[in-house]
């Protein structure tokens, strides 16, 4: 190891210290509450509990992930910050905070900056994994004669080859969590970077058009061309090529990078929503809501830079209407037009937003009509499948009309309407003005360049108000990615489960007085509900229809709220723990309906709740429980086994496959409660007691949902 590598190294029982001092360096300051244990390398689902726990208190998320062989440059270079676990007896911690040039910027243990050099930390993570089969490539390579610069090109095509499958685990990403302070997010990204570099560039731009023209106009008004004057000339447009040049190149980043945080906020908003909104809006809502993301990147985006350079353009030539023949009046009249056009923009705003919501019921009731294709096919007369549908459509196509015409008229009047208006205005400069030619000239540049801002603007302005409409739908999701648990009341960590053959505790999961009312609804769901779940134990919860049971199953898992009374896991109350620690350890399998299937291999089915990708002890496990759960029948069936691709583009299946799928996911999650919401009722006797049986051996505790 280099003498940096050695000076920046933690060790790895120092691993909390190493996480906290990355998490301050990222986040945000911690608020004030009780010092975080400390925690070993080794420690597994508590490690991830109390990376989870740090996260919450700077705002940032830690993420253990697992590097391809061929990946880990690649990796290197763009990672940071990150915390890399060095293998072998010496190894330690590596606090990676970012990278420069070809060096990595790392927290050292005494709080210094160190930078070790990527190809150092390179090399230090692939060795195990070279020096499993080094002696072999070095034999064959012996073998087949080659040296020097040959042999170790053929040597690392070797390698690459024999360890394409293996992985370096051990480190874990530091960044900020989708629902931190978004100005923060944007300033680490470097998008106001990217901002004042495209806005300094573009600005460089037209001030090296506005001094070209002046040294054209000079030579052509007042003087002899002269070669000097035309060398200044060529030499000042030459010059906005490299700015123009960066200034597209800053643009495209900038809409890269801010396309990514803005979409990765809304992910995490959709995932955060509460389910009875999801319920209430339908799947075709959540659609459009998808597309519109999809515009807010593509085009919004590009409309507000094009936004920029107009406004850019509009100031230069107030400046220079403003010095030439028209004086005040000159830019008065600027002023007054561009009113006009904030009045055409508002016209446009308001068709764009009748128009939105035209189109977004339009594919709302579209993607609601395929969903349920089936059932209209086998229920629905046919005569009747397309009523209503003349009426939106006519709707619609009005909506267009009115966005179409108001678009028209900023994009075909705007900027020609005040090239007559700056024509009658240079005329009046040069009839009066004591100096005509040099106001003609500042006067038809200055106009010139309102004119460019305001074809500009015309071009922006289908995007800048789809950005708004766009914002307008989306800003719900936005304001929902905030974490809900950062607020979260830090006690006492996470009671730890009791170890295997261990004497159970008195209370696994303890209610006392649970109360649950729906948003909107006079009438509780849920009312004064008490019980006491000991280790072990297994119950089975009866009810008619709409009594309350999914409702009770969702609070006790932490997919809803506790409004009233209290909710405890080993004796720590619901609201100090975090979401994603009490839904890891109290688990629900909701109803089929509303339970999937989702488009990948079998294996990513079972086991997405466990760590990825999986380990032979993982697959060996997985499979134990399938068998056990009777899918043996199934896995010979699929040409790939674990590894074929299942959901609905994959192979189909059975409704009492899915079934089993999802006990098995549960079960291999090995909670300390586990609920099943009606689980069973699409078996058959026999499969039903096979399962019903695995699931007693394998549930700690046990809680089943079923009609009398």
Request: with cysteine; charged share 20%; hydrophobic share 50%.
């Amino acid at each position: 190891m280099g003498r940096a590598l050695v000076r920046s190294l933690w060790p790895a029982h120092r691993l909390a210290a190493a996480a906290q001092v990355l998490a301050r360096r990222v986040g945000a300051p911690a608020p004030d509450g009780p010092a975080l244990p400390c925690i070993d390398v080794d420690q597994g689902p508590a490690l991830v509990s109390w990376f989870d726990r740090l996260g919450r208190r700077h705002g940032v998320e830690i993420e253990s992930v697992a590097v391809a062989y061929g990946d880990v440059a690649v990796f290197l270079r763009g990672a940071a910050p990150v915390l890399i676990r060095l293998p072998g007896p010496d190894g330690g911690i590596l606090a990676v905070l970012d990278r420069r040039g070809c060096n990595l910027r790392c927290v050292a243990p005494d709080g210094g900056l160190v930078m070790v050099g990527i190809a150092c930390v390179h090399d230090a993570l692939i060795a195990p994994l070279e020096s499993a089969h080094g002696d072999a490539v070095d034999r064959l390579l012996d073998r087949a004669g080659l040296a020097g610069q040959r042999r170790a090109v053929a040597a690392h095509a070797l390698l690459a080859e024999l360890l394409a499958g293996q992985r370096v685990t051990g480190t874990w990403l530091v960044r900020h969590a989708p629902g931190s302070a978004f100005g923060r997010q944007m300033g680490d990204a470097g998008v106001w970077r990217l901002a004042g570099i495209a806005v300094v560039s573009q600005a460089a731009v037209q001030m090296l058009l506005v001094l070209s023209w002046l040294a054209i106009g000079d030579m052509a008004l007042f003087g002899p061309i002269e070669a000097g004057w035309l060398d200044a000339w060529s030499l000042l447009l030459l010059s906005t090529i490299p700015f123009h040049g960066l200034a597209l190149w800053s643009e495209g980043r900038l809409t890269l990078v801010l396309g990514a945080l803005v979409k990765r906020r809304l992910l995490a908003g959709g995932l955060r929503l509460d389910l009875d909104a999801m319920r209430s809006h339908g799947a075709g809502r959540f659609m459009t809501m998808a597309m519109e993301a999809d515009v807010l990147e593509r085009v919004s985006l590009a409309g507000g830079l094009l936004g920029v350079l107009a406004g850019l353009r509009l100031l230069a030539a107030l400046v220079l209407l403003a010095v030439g023949g028209g004086g005040l009046a000159a830019a008065v009249l600027l002023a007054v037009w561009l009113g006009l056009a904030a009045l055409g923009l508002r016209r446009l705003w308001r068709g764009a937003k009748d128009w939105a919501a035209a189109c977004r019921a339009l594919t709302d009731d579209l993607i609601e009509r395929m969903a349920g294709h089936r059932t209209r096919l086998a229920q629905e007369a046919p005569e009747t499948w397309h009523d209503a549908e003349d009426g939106a459509l006519a709707s619609y196509v009005d909506c267009v009309r009115r966005l179409d015409r108001w678009t028209l008229v900023l994009q075909g009047g705007l900027a020609r309407g005040w090239l007559l208006l700056a024509v009658a205005g240079l005329t009046a400069a040069a009839a009066l003005a004591p100096n005509p030619f040099l106001a003609v000239a500042l006067s038809l540049l200055g106009s010139l360049l309102a004119y460019q801002s305001f074809l500009t603007l015309a071009q922006a302005a289908p995007g800048l108000v789809q950005l708004a409409a766009a914002w307008q739908d989306l800003a719900p999701l936005f304001a929902a990615a905030a974490d809900p648990d950062r607020d979260t009341v830090e006690t006492d960590p996470p009671a730890p489960r009791p170890p295997d053959g261990a004497v159970p505790v008195p209370s696994v999961l303890r209610s006392n007085g649970l109360h649950y009312t729906f948003p909107g609804r006079a009438d509780a769901a849920v009312i004064e509900c008490r019980f006491d779940l000991a280790q072990g134990d297994r119950v089975l919860l009866e009810g008619p229809s709409g009594g309350g049971k999914s409702t009770l199953a969702a609070v006790m898992a932490g997919l809803r709220p506790v409004q009233d009374g209290g909710l405890c896991l080993f004796g720590q109350d619901r609201r100090c723990m975090a979401a994603a620690d009490w839904r890891r350890r109290v688990l629900l399998v909701p109803q089929f309906h509303e339970n999937h299937v989702l488009s990948g291999t079998f294996a990513f089915n079972l086991l997405m709740g466990r760590k990825w990708p999986p380990t032979e002890g993982d697959l060996a496990e997985a499979e134990a429980v399938c068998r056990d759960l009777g899918l043996g029948p199934l896995l010979a069936a699929m040409p790939a086994g674990f590894q074929q691709t299942v959901g609905e583009s994959g192979w189909i299946l059975s409704h009492g496959e899915r079934s089993r799928l999802f006990i098995a996911r549960a079960l291999l999650q090995d909670p300390d409660v586990l609920i099943l919401d009606e689980s069973f009722g699409a078996l058959d006797p026999e499969t039903l007691e096979q399962c019903v049986e695995t699931v007693l051996a394998r549930a700690r505790t046990l809680v089943v949902i079923a009609h009398p």
